[in-house]
């Protein structure tokens, strides 16, 4: 055991340098959510956010496609940009902007976590909603804050997934021979695991630090600093994505006391059952967020 140990002790630290290179060249969140948050703030026209979103095409495409979706729109008609910035109301259309924004970072293959293309946004859709619906049945109104998080909780894995796959024969060896988590093999193998990258993304890119704690402990909400809710939101989403069949590639093999995290947002033993239930419900919405244009596919995930 001490063999495998000093081995892969050996490679750890270049590849942290490397992962940190290719985290330092990821292009940086699209700046047009910051821009039409701050127009919405201050009520801006409608032909100013418009302007905004239609800046950069591609995730003015996005945003159309998902303002489509019957999870959105519920009882509206979006045909165009203009009618989804005037019907969805401000957080509706900040949420789907987010989302949008967000995509481009997801949508190929991770290879490395076992995840076919398409997979990882899936997942990532899967736990924003699932989070955000955790979260307003238990009375919390920063819909929006866990939501983010959720949605971008996995997206440590989008950079690490070349570094975790050229490993994956020691990162196996680790879970397998020694019973150390993902998380850990992670560790050692490439010298820091997706929470910890995926923190310090969020924080460059400078989200709100209850959405970095909430990427950053979304395994162990417990080591959250502050905001433990949150980060235990994302850990129920995050799970119930997984049971319902959204991407989850190797997440099976990471887990936490599920019983005291449920008890940091207030669900006890008692009402377990009916709220793994209510988070089930959802699944019917999320397929229609995924596919973007409000038709629901026969099967969950591939």
Known sequence: MKKIKASTESVSSVPKQELLQAAEKLPPFPGVIWKVTSLL????????????IQYDQAIASKVLALSRSAFYARRHAVNS????????????LTRIVMTACAARYFQSEISGYDLREGQLWKHSVATAILAERAAKRLGDKRGLTVYTAGLLHDIGKAVMSFYVKTSIDAVLIMMSRRGLSLLEAERETVGMDHEQLGMMLAKKWRFPPEVASGIGCHHNPTRANGDKDIAAAVYVANKAATALGFGCGLEHLVQADENSVLSLIGVSPETAPQFWSDMAEASVEIE???????????????
């Not at 409608?46 to 302007?51: C, K």
């Not at 940009?81 to 509706?92: F, H, M, P």
């Not at 229609?288 to 591939?302: F, I, P, Q, T, Y």
């Open 41 to 52: 703030r201050r009520m801006a026209p409608v032909a100013e956010v418009e302007a905004v």
């Open 81 to 92: 940009l203009r009618d989804a910035i005037v019907v969805l109301g401000d957080e509706q």
């Open 288 to 302: 229609r967020v995924v596919l973007g244009d409000g038709r629901v596919s026969n099967k969950m995930s591939e």
